[in-house]
């Protein structure tokens, strides 16, 4: 048997390829010099945002996630439909359900005022969950940046990779393997839920008639259960919001993870964390509700964690100039014929 042939060359090959593209490490300082003040600026629009609008910051993490669960932390979420570019917004995850993006222009614009043509849109993103989560009580971290922004985006990806509210803890512990995030994140993660809302089209599946048994989903607290019941009647429009933190809704603190004690987790995928016997989840959510700092902890870790999820480094992707579209759209010249001067004209589309 002589398999090893050929195959040292080819690994060492493939070793010294995947090492020049993983090179580049996101870093706490990475616009030190370009543009030191942007952490502030961005910090500074979402602050003004969260004084009209106290859910604006729930919102802003969230596109964080569905940015990064798709393709990697790469401001693909962000694009809207153009060319060949089937938008992200339009997945069913999104659709009707992700906001904030006009907060993004605006942080965008003012860090453009600045800094221009430095700070990728991927990294806005990152800086304003952050900013999210320690303005509204949470804790602070060092965000890692240098992610450059897509030039595309992956409508299909959005479809299958973000985890459903519906389907099981296994399966949306696949879709956190996947992207390289252990049990100890999903759990922490999960504690976003601490703050914003969700519709009842949701959750509505736990409160009348839950996997056809004709009965209430059994593990709702009940009188949990008669709240949501008349926020979500049962042929509603399934727009009705619900706060996913019943006792401090616009706060960042542990009490999600009291409530899943009292099985008052608001979506089936949150109470699962806690009702499902025998998994390794169950004591991580007993940890994080008795102690609110081993949650922050965690918390601050696992965004650092998921923010690290296939970035653009480097000189792949760009820096967006207009986070909604990759750059040079509507820059484009092209001749074509125009018949009411019966002449060919250069345009721009
Ligand atoms: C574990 C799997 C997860 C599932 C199944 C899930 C599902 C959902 C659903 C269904 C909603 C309500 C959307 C609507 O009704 O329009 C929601 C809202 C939200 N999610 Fe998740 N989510 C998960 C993980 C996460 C993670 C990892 C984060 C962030 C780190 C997050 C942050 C949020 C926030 C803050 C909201 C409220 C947004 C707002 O009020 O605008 N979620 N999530
Ligand atoms: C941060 O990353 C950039 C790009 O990889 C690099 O140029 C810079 O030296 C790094 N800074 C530190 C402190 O590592
Ligand atoms: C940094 O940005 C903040 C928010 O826009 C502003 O208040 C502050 O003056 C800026 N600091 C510097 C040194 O530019
Ligand atoms: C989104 O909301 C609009 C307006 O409420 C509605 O017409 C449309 O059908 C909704 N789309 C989806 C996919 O739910
Ligand atoms: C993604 O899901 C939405 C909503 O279900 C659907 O309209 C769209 O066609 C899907 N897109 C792709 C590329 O699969
Ligand atoms: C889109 O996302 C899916 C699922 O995450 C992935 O398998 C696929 O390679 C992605 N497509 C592109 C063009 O990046
Ligand atoms: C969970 O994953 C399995 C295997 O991929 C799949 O057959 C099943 O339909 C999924 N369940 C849900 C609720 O998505
Ligand atoms: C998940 O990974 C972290 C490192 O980021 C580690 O500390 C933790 O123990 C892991 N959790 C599980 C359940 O493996
Ligand atoms: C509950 O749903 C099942 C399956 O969809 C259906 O057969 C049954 O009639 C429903 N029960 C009630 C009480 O609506
Ligand atoms: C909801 O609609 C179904 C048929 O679509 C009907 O049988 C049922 O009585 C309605 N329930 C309520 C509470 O209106
Ligand atoms: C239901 O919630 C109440 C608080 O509203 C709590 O006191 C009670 O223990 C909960 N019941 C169960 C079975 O978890
Ligand atoms: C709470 O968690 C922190 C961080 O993990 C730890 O240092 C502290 O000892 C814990 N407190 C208690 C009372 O267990």
């Known amino acids: 048997?002589?398999?090893?042939?050929p195959y040292p060359i080819i690994s060492t090959l493939f070793l010294a390829l995947s090492f020049s593209v993983s090179n580049a490490q996101l870093n706490a300082t990475f616009y030190a010099n370009s543009c030191p003040n942007v952490s502030a600026i961005v910090r500074n629009v979402v602050q003004q945002s969260l004084q009209s609008?106290?859910?604006?910051?729930?919102?802003l993490i969230r596109l964080h996630f569905h940015d990064c669960f798709v393709n990697g932390c790469d401001g693909s979420i962000l694009l809207d439909n153009s060319g060949s570019i089937q938008?992200?917004?339009?997945?069913?995850?999104?659709?009707?359900?992700?906001?904030?993006?006009?907060?993004?222009?605006n942080i965008k614009t003012s860090v453009e005022n600045s800094c221009p043509g430095v700070v990728s849109c991927a990294d806005i993103l990152a800086l304003a969950a952050e900013s999210s989560v320690s303005l509204t009580g949470g804790p602070s971290w060092n965000v890692l940046l240098g992610r450059r922004d897509s030039l595309i985006a992956n409508q299909s990806g959005a479809n299958t990779s973000i985890p459903s509210p519906f389907e099981g803890l296994a399966n949306i512990t696949a879709k956190f393997s996947a992207v390289g995030l252990n049990t100890t994140?999903?759990?922490?993660?999960?504690?976003?839920?601490?703050?914003?809302?969700?519709?009842?089209r949701t959750f509505v599946n736990r409160l009348f008639n839950f996997s056809g048994t004709g009965s209430p989903d059994?593990?709702?607290n009940s009188s949990y259960l008669t709240t949501l019941q008349q926020i979500c009647p049962q042929n509603g429009s399934g727009t009705a919001l619900a706060n996913l933190d019943l006792t401090t809704p616009d706060t960042f603190d542990n009490n999600y993870f009291t409530n899943l004690q009292s099985?008052?987790?608001?979506?089936?995928?949150?109470?699962e964390l806690f009702s499902t016997s025998g998994s390794a989840t169950v004591s991580i959510v007993n940890s994080f509700s008795s102690n609110q700092t081993a949650f922050f902890q965690n918390f601050a870790q696992s965004m650092i964690n998921m923010g690290n999820i296939s970035p653009l480094t480097g000189s792949i992707g760009e820096i967006r100039l207009d986070c909604k579209k990759v750059n040079g759209q509507g820059l484009e010249i092209i001749s074509m014929y125009d018949l009411s001067r019966n002449k060919n004209i250069l345009a721009s589309y």
Do not use: W, Y
Request: proline share 3%.
């Open 263 to 271: 099985n008052q987790g608001l979506l089936q995928s949150d109470q």
């Open 185 to 200: 994140d999903l759990v922490a993660l999960s504690g976003a839920h601490t703050f914003g809302r969700a519709q009842c």
């Open 53 to 59: 609008d106290s859910r604006i910051g729930a919102s």
């Open 87 to 105: 938008s992200e917004k339009d997945a069913a995850p999104n659709t009707n359900s992700t906001r904030g993006f006009d907060v993004v222009d």
């Open 218 to 220: 059994p593990t709702l």
């Open 1 to 5: 048997m002589f398999l090893f042939t």
